[in-house]
């Protein structure tokens, strides 16, 4: 299933601003947060959604990318989304409001630690490849620690310091009337400390653009359209949260011969009309090399004949589908002289068969209450 146009999931123009991006997403988080729709798995999928266009078009990088390209923009890009960036309602309000404390988030400093971003790859393997397994060697752009200051954003010799606004805990606490209101403080992020002498290679931000290259090990009876899941292996946590994963989406070319259906594979043989009636014998080709099988006398166009366990493996599994090879009977469209007189002289001989073949059983009772 196509994704949905992202300005259309949070119901924007294109000319939205970055506040009203925020005010749409925020209306869709509050209605279909899974807290709120227990048990819901179209609300959720909603709530996803949402996230998903929110963290594109709130993003200027991304969402330039996005209104030039489409979401063929963001394949293989280094960010992702997450999802789960919002725990409850009080992440909620509190990321957009700053009234995390109106909902019991209690005193003190608010961790803001933050769970990296998931990482999509898109990789092309060969039909055969899908069938037996293989591994693959791929760099996915994402971000890494500056190898300069190490991650901490300060040029070396120097760190951070506490920051003079919110003196270290990160928020402030608004008086308003009989309420005391925390806001996440706007100098420092909500870490309570401030770079004074950022790292020069990555401009403060303790992270650079990088290839990572990754060696993954594709299981045999993949299909178009699997997913794979390395965990750990997407953008890295931002104030000391663990990181996202890599979701490799797999595209599996077709086959010039064989079709695959769930675990059987199919293919088509054509016969002509000499072999079909006395029987023969030929080699169907496998992945294994070539089998020979006998073709019965008689033979029919589309009968079918099973090579068992000769399909696709079973994913995470055990046991193998099956080949199925289906009969096409060739009739000559041009022939030579000889041809047409041994066909002619065969037809002469051949019995003739002229009356309607008999009526089944279904229709001789449907007649009977006619």
Known sequence: MSKRDYYEVLGLGREAGE?????????????????????????????????????????????AAYDRYGHAGLQGASGGFDPNQFSDFSDILGNFFGFGDLFGSGGGRRSRAQRGEDVRYDLEIAFEEALFGMSADIQVPRLEAC??????????????T???????????????GFLSV????????????????ACQQCRGQGYRQ?????????????????????????QPGMQG????????????????????HEHDLHCTVPLNVAQAALGCEIDIPTFEGPQRVK????????????????????????????????????????????????LELLRDIL??????????LFDKVKNYFV
């Open 19 to 63: 506040q009203d991006i925020k005010s749409a997403y925020r209306r869709l988080a509050l209605k279909y947060h899974p807290d709120r729709n227990p048990d819901d798995p179209a609300a959720e999928d909603r709530f996803k959604e949402a996230s998903e266009a929110y963290s594109v078009l709130s993003d200027g990088q991304k969402r």
């Open 147 to 160: 190898e300069h200051c190490q991650g901490s954003g300060s040029e070396p010799g120097s760190g951070p």
């Open 162 to 176: 506490t920051c003079p606004t919110c003196h270290g805990r990160g928020e402030i606490l608004y008086q308003q």
């Open 182 to 197: 925390r806001r996440t403080c706007s100098t420092c992020g909500g870490s309570g400390q401030i770079i004074r002498n």
């Open 210 to 234: 990088a290839q990572r290259k990754l060696k993954i090990n594709i299981p045999a009876g993949v299909d178009d359209g699997t997913r794979l899941r390395l965990s750990g292996e997407g």
């Open 241 to 260: 949260g663990p990181p996202g994963d890599l979701y490799v989406f797999l595209k599996v070319r077709e086959h010039a011969f064989f079709e695959r």
């Open 295 to 342: 073709i019965p006398e008689g033979t029919q166009s589309g009968a079918q004949i099973k090579l068992r366990h000769k399909g696709v493996a079973v994913l995470n599994g055990s046991g193998r589908g099956d080949l199925i090879v289906h009969i096409d009977v060739k009739v000559p469209t041009r022939l030579s002289r000889d041809q047409r007189r041994l």
């Open 351 to 360: 019995p003739v068969n002229n009356t309607p073949s008999e009526k089944g």
